[in-house]
């Protein structure tokens, strides 16, 4: 008896991270009689900190009428009312006897807090009315570690191991090692991933992701995430998992990596080994750029300057005010015997002094606003893809309209900015309690609405996309002093060549579309004095992505004022844009 009860509770305890692999938000059969029921998962067992997380929906309509579901989404980051929030809904309608599956992507707040708990809430009411549900999925975060995915046949037998390393040493709250996934319900989009840092799973897990979940991982890894595949049978490479650009067991693409290790015939990872490891990437965790490295150096604020605040005139005004609406009110136009007369020049005097104000704020501030942006751009010509990391600084105005309309191909983050007059996004508030909200626009595009811009503030911003293009640089003679040509639809300033066998070469001058341009020789020292000048712009982060592309032969540098920007608020106007494009040279 005893034996059993052992068995049985083992049996237990080890389907316990299979449940677990997958967040579900709700199951449930409305009508047992015909059928109708919703079934809402999660692509992973936790919550990344900025992003999207992919939802997967099932619904079985067994009636004879249409029946529609309207889903309200709540991302929060913080289990209190001071919380930062970003909304989004969704609907879905089946017709009847039918089943419908469908995907969306929720987008997720900023987690500008460290270690605050993050959240997400999902609202759930049908038509004709059926039963409304709230539902809730909860993680926790730290910008000290980065947030992985690790696939369910890894997750099972070291999860335990692994997340008693993780916490050993830290504080109450402190997140597990990773979340878990199952390889059949990776999403196709790229932003599912964007939130997170790094993906570990085997190689049979590889060869089991869907083709299309398969190349939006691959350009989410090109942005800068990181792969680790493991493979129990020595024959596999990455060459035979058809990763083609890998060299011996690692493969560096743009600014992501792709790993292959061995993992062991029992399946336990070494969790010491394992944590080093996965703690010391290429690039920090994406939650510390947004919640703290900005805030101590940014050199994009800093060329950006400061604002100075002038309040001679209102406080002249205020003075006015209060001589003119007492004493001058009292005794001269309402004076003893018309004392009526306060109900009309008392609001008079104070529309007056209002309107002055105003017009001092408008003459000071303007509307609209300005700001400064950088872009680092890497080119594949070969997938006819641009790969961008957009940082942008802007001082807002008087804004008439906050809300603004950009491609669904990027994702637009706050960032916390060192407190200020006019920062709204900082350490110290926590992020303000902003709401934002992001919602499905017509032809492909977003439309953002609620804080990300308010009226005479301050605002960070990075922003990620992935863009078609044509643009590249071609060479003309491959022998002898090379020339090229540019596709790009705009004139590029300066162009930095690394030859295959390691030559430096540079642009003359101006390289104009379409036009053939010859390169000059360029010495080290010449080139590692741009590098440095360049180095000088850009934050830690920005920096690293930049050195790891800089010294590749077969490929150039090239600097642009102009480029392929996306753009946020419409009424900002960019005193300074500047793009650092990145890429092989086509025709070697």
């Not at 594949?380 to 491609?407: C, W």
């Not at 977003?446 to 996309?465: A, F, P, Q």
Request: charged share 20%; proline share 5%.
């Amino acid at each position: 008896m005893n034996r059993a009860l052992a068995l049985f509770l083992l049996v237990c305890c080890s389907t316990l991270p299979f449940l677990s692999a997958q967040h579900v938000f709700y199951d449930h059969e409305y009508n047992p009689k015909t059928g109708t029921s919703l079934k809402m998962t999660a692509m992973s067992s936790t919550l990344p900190s900025s992003g999207y997380m992919a939802v997967r929906v099932t619904a079985r309509n067994g009636e004879k009428i249409p029946v529609s579901w309207s889903f309200g989404f709540t991302s929060s980051d913080h289990d209190y009312a001071e919380s930062n929030q970003l909304s989004s809904s969704f609907s879905l309608s089946c017709p009847p006897d039918q089943q419908k599956n469908v995907e969306f992507l929720v987008p997720l707040v900023t987690a500008i807090q460290d270690d605050s708990p993050l959240s997400l809430e999902v609202s759930i009411s049908g038509r004709p009315p059926l039963t409304s549900t709230f539902e809730k999925m909860t993680s926790d975060q730290s910008h000290n570690w980065p947030c992985i995915l690790m696939s369910e046949a890894l997750y099972t037998p070291n999860s335990g191991p692994l997340n008693s390393a993780a916490a050993s040493g830290s504080h109450y709250g402190s997140p597990a090692f990773a979340g878990s996934f199952t390889p059949r319900d990776l999403t196709n989009d790229w932003r599912g991933y964007a939130g997170f840092d790094a993906i570990m799973l085997t190689s049979a897990d590889w060869k089991a992701i869907e083709p299309g979940a398969k190349t939006a991982l691959m350009k989410w890894n090109r942005l800068g995430g990181r792969i680790v595949i493991y493979a129990v049978d020595p024959s596999v490479t990455l060459l035979s998992l058809g990763i083609e650009d890998a060299e011996g067991n690692e493969a560096y693409r743009s600014w992501g990596s792709i790993e292959l290790l061995e993992l062991p015939a029992s399946g336990l990872l070494n969790a010491s080994r394992t944590m080093a490891m996965m703690k010391t990437g290429e690039l920090d965790p994406r939650a510390s750029i947004f919640g703290k490295e900005l805030v101590s150096s940014w050199p994009l604020q800093y060329s950006f300057g400061e604002r100075s605040f002038n309040p001679v005139f209102f406080i002249l005004i205020l003075i006015a005010f209060g001589i003119i609406v007492g004493p001058v009110n009292l005794f001269v136009f309402a004076k003893s015997g018309q004392r009526h007369r306060l109900f009309i020049t008392t609001p008079i005097i104070s529309l007056t002094a209002s309107a002055l104000l105003l017009l001092i704020i408008v003459f000071q501030d303007g509307f609209g606003g300005k700001g400064h942006r950088l872009a680092l751009v890497e080119v594949q010509p070969e997938e006819n893809t641009a790969y961008i990391h957009q940082q942008q600084i802007a001082r807002t105005g008087v804004l008439l309209n906050t809300s603004f309309t950009t491609k669904n191909n990027a994702i637009v983050t706050p960032v916390a900015l060192d407190a200020t007059r006019w920062a709204r996004i900082t350490p110290r508030n926590g992020g303000g309690e902003s709401r934002y909200r992001i919602s499905n626009g017509e032809k492909n595009t977003l439309d953002l609405s609620g804080d990300w811009y308010k009226s005479r503030s301050e605002y960070g911003h990075i922003v990620t996309s992935i863009q078609s293009t044509r643009g590249r640089l071609e060479l003309l003679s491959p022998n002898g002093r090379p020339s090229l040509t540019s596709t790009f639809d705009f004139p590029i300033e300066k162009i930095y060549y690394v030859s295959s066998s390691g030559d430096l070469w540079q642009s003359s001058g101006e390289v104009k579309s379409g036009r053939k341009s010859e390169l000059v020789p360029c010495t080290t020292a010449e080139f590692n004095d741009w590098r440095s000048q360049i180095t000088k712009t850009l934050n830690v982060d920005s920096k690293r992505r930049f050195e790891l592309l800089a010294d590749r032969q077969g490929h150039f540098i090239a600097l642009a004022k102009d480029g392929p920007f996306t753009d946020t608020l419409g009424s900002l106007s960019w005193k300074e844009s500047t793009a650092i494009i990145t890429g092989p040279i086509v025709g070697l």
